[in-house]
């Protein structure tokens, strides 16, 4: 069975810091990987989504990359605002059709 | 593109009544739909995926005559919460795919309060 952790589950910085976002998993046989964003009492955003077949996806200031064959996957922000102040979720696939396992979330905030 | 709405946003509904939660695909038809549930600082669990006329498929551990799931049309999936309870109380939130394409786009979420 499939297990995503996100540690740790909290994550204060100042604003202008750049800052890595982890996220493990525990059965590397993954289709993709996708980041989400989500904030207080509102759906999820996709950020980003690797397929397995991929080492990195950007976006702006968001890169995040997979190392399938460890079962881990960053996010990284460069320069962050408080505007990312969020909780950062992520969730990977087993195949195309196959359903989401979410992690149980970072949430970030950014101290201006 | 590729827009996901629900409604109502928020619903207060009494101990023993039944609630319905609508999610539709806008500008895509969504060949599958999933219905997730989400407490307070934990993760999105999956509760059922729905594809268009054909009956859910229910996580283990959800009772499908309490949490009724219907997808009857390639934007419109519904969730039925029968004889709510307070342990019921949470935030319901779906996702649409496109048949073809793994990426699923989320709704914006519904917050059930049972009394």
């Known amino acids: 069975k499939q297990e995503v952790t996100q540690i740790p589950a909290a994550l204060s910085v100042p604003e202008g810091e750049n800052l890595v976002l982890n996220c493990s998993f525990t059965?590397?046989?993954?289709?993709?990987l996708q980041w989400f964003r989500q904030d207080p009492g509102k759906g999820l955003t996709s950020l980003l989504l690797?397929?397995?077949?991929?080492r990195e996806q950007t976006s702006g200031r968001l890169n995040a990359s997979l190392d399938k064959s460890s079962g881990r996957s960053t996010l990284y922000i460069a320069a962050s605002q408080p505007g990312d102040s969020a909780t950062y979720l992520c969730?990977?696939?087993?195949?195309?059709?196959?359903?989401?396992?979410f992690g149980k979330g970072i949430t970030l905030s950014v101290r201006p | 593109g590729a827009v996901v709405s629900q409604h109502p946003s928020r619903v207060i509904c009494k101990s023993g009544t039944s609630v319905k939660i609508e999610c539709r695909s806008l500008?895509?038809?969504?060949?599958?739909m999933f219905w997730y549930r989400q407490f307070p600082k934990q993760s999105l669990m999956l509760m059922a995926t729905?594809?268009?006329?054909?009956?859910?498929?229910?996580e283990q551990g959800v009772e499908k005559d309490k949490f009724l799931i219907n997808h009857a049309s390639l934007t419109l999936s519904t969730l039925t919460v029968t004889s709510a309870h307070p342990e019921d109380s949470s935030f319901y939130i779906c996702?649409?795919?496109?048949?073809?394409?793994?990426?699923?786009?989320f709704g914006p979420g519904t917050r059930l309060t049972v009394t």
């Open positions: 969730a990977v696939s087993s195949g195309a059709n196959s359903k989401l396992t």
């Open positions: 729905s594809n268009e006329g054909s009956k859910a498929t229910y």
């Open positions: 690797i397929q397995s077949s991929q």
């Open positions: 059965d590397s046989a993954i289709y993709n």
């Open positions: 500008d895509f038809q969504a060949t599958t």
């Open positions: 996702s649409a795919r496109v048949q073809g394409v793994s990426e699923q786009y």
